[in-house]
């Protein structure tokens, strides 16, 4: 529904503030699945990934999806409140350059993780093919 809107700021960061409450609510209801994960014996691999992986999730519960709904939320409130500086003058292209620079941001963070947990990925499984034989 977000990128049906870009051509209306207000609605664009609106939907986009939605959409980052339900993938908050999504990172909670994992947590639990996460969680489930660390209790099951899976080998010193295993503990290890799945502790890193609460510790990740829990920055995305309490930090990245947060920041992401204030963020959206604030600048849908700043489209409102000051259209002739962020609509007419166009600053609302500034705006959207700094959520571009923070998808990117994350997006590389995320690259990083993933190759930090690869081969704990790799271990556990062939920890899971050791205990299920």
Known sequence: MAFTQLTN??????????????????????????????????GPKGRTLYV?????QLLGIKVYMPATVVFNVLAAVAVILWPE????????????????AA???YLFYGIRYFSRVRPLIAGTRQEWRGINS
């Open 9 to 42: 700021p207000v609605y664009w960061y609106t939907w986009n503030s939605l959409f980052a409450t339900a993938v908050w609510v999504l990172f909670i209801l994992d947590l639990r699945m996460i969680r489930d994960r660390i209790r099951d014996p899976s």
């Open 85 to 100: 500086a962020l609509i007419r003058r166009d600053g609302h292209v500034v705006i959207a350059l700094g959520q571009l």
């Open 52 to 56: 890193l992986v609460e510790r990740e």
């Open 103 to 105: 998808a990117f941001g």
